[in-house]
């Protein structure tokens, strides 16, 4: 009888295990709508907001997506509503530069990126606000 005992309980355990809520799968993660709008001194005009969805982790762990594929981001930090990070690009027009942005409320969020390139300054005005949920954070 204990046998028998021990194996339902090994069983009830081993369902409780794979269908509790503890061992779903990764909650959802959030869906930002971001918008993009660069400035360049000395340029007479501006290119046109760019803008995408994007599925992130409810906290971030790096900047947002988009730009040059070659950039890479680096010292990542958030501090509280704050977050700041470095960039160096190394494609067709390398560059280096800084970013950040500040997470006004658990739904929006503004930031700005610097960069030089060839002794150039641009600035990247960065905007976000939460649309949704998402399966698949990046």
Sequence with gaps: ???????GASVAALAFFLFSPAHAADPPGILWQTTSQMT???MPFSP???SLKVC??????RPPPGGDPSCVMSDYRLAGNKATWTMQCSGEHPMSGT???T???SDAYTGLIKATAEGMTMTIRLTGKKI???DNPQ
């Design 40 to 42: 360049m001194q000395g």
């Design 103 to 105: 997470f006004e409320s």
């Design 56 to 61: 992130a982790p409810e906290t971030w762990t």
């Design 132 to 134: 949704g949920t998402c």
């Design 48 to 50: 046109p907001p760019q």
């Design 99 to 101: 970013g950040e942005m």
């Design 1 to 7: 009888m204990g046998t028998r005992f021990d194996a």
